[in-house]
Each structure stands twice: as C-alpha cells, then as structure tokens.
C-alpha cells in the first residue's frame, strides 16, 4: 500500500472496507485500467498494457460486433428464458454444430460455476452415485458443490472427494503419461466405491490450467476415459479455459485427446465478458434426469447474453482466430524455448495454441519450484506494460494465455519484454 500512487492508494482502501479482504487484486501494484482494445488495456494516466493473461475477453476487449449486438438487443428485450425467443434457439443450433455427436443439448447459466454445478447433478442423477474425481491443484468454481471439487481453492476435501495427481510430464517419471493417469483415476474409482458413495464422474480441465497447464503428450487422457467408462462413471469436461479454440486446435480441448466426455461446460470465454456459460451433454443423460430434476436459470441464456454468444462464436470464425491461436501460440513458444536456454531457471516450456506454461525452477537439476522468482517475474512485467499471471500447485508456473486476437507484433513485443525480464531477475 505504502508504495502506491495516492490515487490508487484510496481507491484500494476504499475496495477493501465494501468488498472485504477475501476479495484479492492481482499484482504488487494493482492495475486500474479504464479502457480496453484488442489486446491492449490503458489506464487513466494513458499507460497501454498487453494483456497476456484475459481469456475472459476471448475474442479481444471491446471488441465492436461483440458491443454492437449487445447494445441492439439491449434495446429491445432482455428477459427471461421461460419465454420463447429465437436468439436462444439459433444459438443453440449453432453452437451444437461444433459439437461431435452424441452431445446434442445446451443448457444455458450464467457462470461456468453454474456450469460445473449443473454438471455434478446431471451426472449424480444418471449414474446413482455420488463420488467425483478430480485432479489435485483443479478449479473448477466457486458454488458450494463445485468448491469442494476444487482443491486449489478448497481447505476442506468432502468425503465424497477423490483427489489424483495431476497428469505433468514434466515432473511425473513415467514413459506413458496416460497409463500413469489412468492408474491414478482407478484406485480413486475403487476407492469411491468401496466407500459407499459410488463413483459419479471424472472431473477435468482439459488442459489442466490451475495443475500448471498440462496439454501433453496428446491423447494421454483417452486411458482414463476408458477407465471412467469402465467404472460406470461419466466423463466431464471442463472447457472454460480452454475452450473456443484457444488451444489452436478444433473448437474445443477435448478434441486433442481423442475423446468425447459425456458433459462439457463452458464459460468465461463464450460472452467476452458478458455473463453467459452452458452445460452440453447428451439427450441419454438428460433423459436420465429429467423426469427427477427440472432446471431452470432465470437470466441463463437471456436474450442479450445470446447475443453476445453468437457474436463471439461468428468473430471466433469469421476472423479464423482458431488459426491464429495455432500461429501465433507455435511463436511464442519458439520465442520461449530460446530463451530457455539462456537461464537455468527455467525448468520447461509447455502450451497449446494461446495458452502457455513456463515453469520457473530454483534448481534445473532438482527442478525444485520457484513461486518466489515466478512472482517477481509477473510484477516486473506489470511494471514494464505486460500482464500475465502464475498457476499451479506451487504457483511457480507462468501463465500466459492473451485473447485470441494477438498479432506478430504483439508476440514480438511480449518476447523482447520477456526476456529483458529473464535476464535481469535470473542473474
């Protein structure tokens, strides 16, 4: 606090006596932007930041069709969705469309919270069972139900929780990730069922996001999927992160491993930023659950929500950014293996698309975390205009994953950036 700016100084004090101290800020010197563009944030002094670390704003902030159809929908209706209205309808269909068969039902909410709540229940009320595995440094949400699902949040594991070690190449020794996984999901599985609760569903981010980013070797989640459907379980995919073609391959994460989980949730990404998530699944799981549980969301799928979601998903075509994921992802991590190999702190360089991992080491032979140096290296890029954040179980993982829009430039700039900031912190 002491070393802030006056103005920041009150703002802060004024944020912690109505929010409370259970509401953190990110960074040593908390950004106060005021306007956003593309990738680009600036603040009320005029400073311009590259926003490395929004997924939120997915397809750029402020992004002008996305603006456009929310202010023209806003005009006319905004309701709720026990009325009919053909933005949800067309939505719906259009968003199916990406979707492999079976999974052929959306239902909308307003959170991928949400999302991940409904999921739990649908998979509960089909199976008859109770348990969910998840992976050991997971978020997945913060309802009640979904906390307890997500151990990087949650001190208390619930009795109904089973918890495995996340599937990281870099620090499990195994020549067969996926075996290794599928191992660890199975004992949980037993587990669970010797306990009483039964075994529900497998709960994963496909990329593994809050584990310290994990996309490799794809396919290795296919084993447990088998392993799931050998335990009578569901499986269920959490697409929030990486979804909507950040990871620069097809539509959606789970696509890289070869599998089709029986329930996706989405979120954060699907509105740029307005409130908007959904649950997909299958018309045999709803079936399953319908004649028990009927769900409804009063401002799940509103109209103005729905508009936002369909100018998302028409950008996220229409401007090809799953290829420019693709590109623009293989440069930065070109441009970060380089700098690899300049310091020894850093023990890897990990990512798919336009999310990306650089795990920070104290020691490249121990490939003993560095949290302390990881943090530094976040504060001194906010300092020089670059945001991006850390993850994983010892918060020494750099976590790189900008809006989709990000140019040559920018991945230039972000790299010269980057390695200035290697070279002074790590010498």
């Known amino acids: 606090m002491h070393g802030l700016p006056p ?28 306007a956003g563009s593309g990738v680009w944030l600036e603040d009320g002094d005029g400073n311009r930041f590259l926003d490395m670390y929004n997924n939120v704003a997915s397809v750029g902030h402020c992004h002008p069709r996305v603006t456009a159809a929310v202010t023209e929908q806003l005009r006319l209706l905004n309701t ?31 959170t991928g919270s949400e999302a991940n709540d409904l999921a739990l229940q649908l998979a509960r009320q089909a199976t008859g069972r109770h348990g969910i595995v998840v992976t050991e440094s997971a978020y997945h949400g913060n309802t009640t139900a979904v906390a307890a699902c997500s151990p ?17 190449a870099y620090r499990v020794d195994t020549d067969d990730l996926g075996a290794w996984f599928a191992a660890q999901v199975a004992e949980q599985i037993h ?19 809050s584990d310290g ?25 959490d697409e929030v992160q990486p ?15 070869d599998i ?51 100018a998302v998903l028409d950008v996220i075509r229409d401007e090809q950014l799953i290829e420019v994921a693709h590109e623009r992802g293989a440069a930065l991590r070109t441009g970060l293996r380089t700098i690899e190999r300049t310091t020894a702190s850093i023990g ?15 020691d490249a032979d121990t490939r003993y975390p560095d949290a302390d140096t990881a943090l530094t290296m976040v504060n001194r890029m906010r300092d020089r205009g670059i945001l991006i954040s850390v993850a994983g179980a010892h918060g020494n993982v750099l976590k790189i994953r900008p809006p989709l829009p990000l140019t040559s430039a920018d991945v230039d700039h972000f790299l010269d950036v980057f390695a200035r900031t290697v070279a002074e912190v790590t010498s």
């Open 348 to 362: 890897d360089v990990r990512g798919a698309g336009l999310f990306l991992g650089v795990e920070i080491v104290a």
């Open 191 to 209: 587990d669970l069922e010797q306990s009483g609760y039964g075994f529900a569903a497998l709960l994963v981010d496909t990329v593994f996001s």
């Open 260 to 310: 089709v989980p029986d329930i996706v949730t989405l979120g954060k990404p699907m509105g740029n930023g307005m409130p908007v998530a959904a649950t997909i699944t299958s018309r045999d799981v709803v079936a399953e659950t319908g004649s028990k549980v009927k769900y409804f969301n009063t401002f799940g799928g509103n109209p103005v929500s729905m508009a936002a979601a369909q």
């Open 7 to 34: 103005q920041l100084r009150g703002l802060v004090r004024r944020r912690r006596q109505v929010l409370g101290s259970a509401t953190p800020l990110l960074y040593r010197t908390p950004l106060h932007p005021v």
């Open 243 to 257: 979804g909507f073609g950040r990871l620069g391959h097809g539509m959606w994460g789970f696509r890289r491993h």
């Open 80 to 110: 709720h969705t026990r009325y009919l209205h053909d933005g949800i309808v067309d939505y719906a269909e259009d968003l199916l469309g990406t979707f492999p068969d079976p999974l052929a039902v959306a239902m909308f909410t307003c």
């Open 152 to 168: 990087s949040i949650s001190r208390t594991v619930e009795p109904w929780i089973r918890v495995v070690p996340a599937p990281n």
């Open 213 to 237: 980013i994990l996309p490799d070797p794809a396919p290795f989640l296919k084993p447990a999927a088998d392993v799931v459907r050998g335990g009578g379980g569901l499986l269920l995919a």
